[in-house]
């Protein structure tokens, strides 16, 4: 089965708020996470990545962290706007395969 | 830049026919990438071609789908014939390069396929 998990498939913030989405991983070899936001009908687009070397990376508006002690990985998403609704699915990388393994997604809905 | 560009969006077919996609990477991606999207579920990675080689098709249903990339650019997908579990999203996607380690995949809209 797939060794990416989330914990939680819906998650509903008021807009203005702080969004936090999770997951989980089992796979101790795996080297670089990366973050993907899913809206209806489009391809997954790329959010933000980190390597197993670090523990927070930042961008615009969002952060990943990384807890490899008990295998989770989380994105925070600052002052959430309506235009962040979508699915948003972590993937792994198989350390020397360069083969994403994604988990189940989590749907974020804003409200107003 | 460009995207990643597939075809066609939409294909709606009966079950035992057949059916191609088409997929077009970011200009100068050598890696290229085929995915399942079942409705509710992350993408599963099909078959990974490095060029116009193959890297790792471990989870292709090799019975029924088949995948080129004949001149290390554009890739077709096929699926002879088609069963209804196949009624899913095919995402095609590609990187810069293969390096072992991880490296950005960029996606295309996908292919949404119906098989009555």
Redesign the interface.
């Known amino acids: 089965g797939e060794s990416v998990g989330l914990h939680l498939p819906t998650l509903s913030v008021q807009e203005g708020d702080n969004s936090i989405i999770n997951c989980a991983y089992s796979n101790s070899a795996s080297d670089y996470f990366i973050w993907y936001k899913q809206e209806s009908g489009k391809g997954p687009q790329f959010i933000i990545d980190i390597r197993s070397n670090m523990d927070k990376r930042q961008g615009q508006r969002v952060t990943v962290l990384l807890n490899k002690t008990v295998k989770h990985l989380s994105l925070q998403i600052a002052a959430t706007q309506p235009g962040d609704s979508a699915v948003y699915f972590c993937a792994e990388n198989i350390q020397g395969a360069q083969k994403l393994v994604f988990g189940q997604g989590t749907r974020l809905t804003i409200n107003p | 830049e460009a995207g990643?560009a597939q075809s066609p969006r939409y294909k709606i077919i009966e079950k035992r026919q057949s059916v191609a996609f088409w997929c077009n990477p970011i200009s100068g991606h050598a890696?290229l990438y085929w995915y399942q999207q079942i409705l509710?579920?992350?993408?599963?990675?099909l078959i990974?071609f490095q060029n116009n080689g193959v890297?790792?098709d471990s989870q292709l249903p090799k019975d029924r789908f088949s995948a080129e990339r004949l001149k290390g650019v554009d890739s077709t997908l096929k699926i002879q014939p088609a069963k209804l579990e196949d009624s899913a999203v095919y995402?095609c996607?590609s990187?810069l390069v293969?390096?072992?380690?991880?490296?950005?995949?960029?996606?295309?809209?996908?292919t949404r396929l119906l098989v009555l």
Not at chain 2, 40 to 45: I, V
Not at chain 2, 98 to 110: A, K, N, R
């Open positions: 990643v890696t509710g579920q992350g993408p599963k990675l990974q890297v790792d995402l996607a990187s293969w390096s072992g380690g991880g490296e950005t995949q960029y996606f295309g809209p996908g």
